[in-house]
């Protein structure tokens, strides 16, 4: 599993609505600032994330986005899964991928099966809440560059 660009940024926009859950719905722009993530790549990805009924977003001057469940309902695995698609270790493993010749036969599938399920046991496990209490004890919110 490999995090791109797309699901750091989503993630940390994720983040900064779980860290401010309860006050109202935040703007774009106040999030790309908070979070230093580009505005318009932060829309797209807002996007992403409302499309997989993890935000809900509003239009107009009194709009923006916010958690549409409480950040301790939400885990890493599901947010991680809505911008990255998924969290398979090889492409044979990704959802829809077809089914290889040596797939009968092939010894690395049953490792890849068990990356596959410990990397969606250890994300499921973690919630948005989670991730704000660790940030809340480094005392600011944690960007990480790429």
Do not use: N
């Not at 660009?5 to 006050?23: D, V, W």
């Not at 469940?69 to 959802?95: D, H, V």
């Amino acid at each position: 599993m490999k995090i791109t660009q797309k699901g750091e940024y989503g993630l940390h926009a994720l983040l900064e609505l779980a860290g401010r859950y309860g006050e109202g719905p935040l703007q774009s722009a106040l999030i790309a600032e908070r979070r230093r993530v580009p505005v318009a790549y932060l829309q797209q990805i807002m996007l992403s994330l409302q499309r997989a009924g993890l935000v809900h977003s509003e239009r107009g001057p009194r709009g923006g986005h916010e958690l549409a469940r409480p950040p301790a309902e939400i885990s890493l695995l599901e947010a991680i899964q809505a911008l990255e698609g998924s969290t398979a270790a090889a492409a044979c493993m990704e959802p829809g991928a077809p089914t290889c010749a040596q797939h009968d036969r092939c010894v690395l599938l049953p490792i890849w099966r068990e990356v596959d399920e410990a990397v969606q046991r250890i994300l499921s496990g973690v919630s948005l809440a989670d991730l704000v209490r660790r940030e809340r004890e480094f005392g600011s919110p944690l960007m990480y560059y790429i």
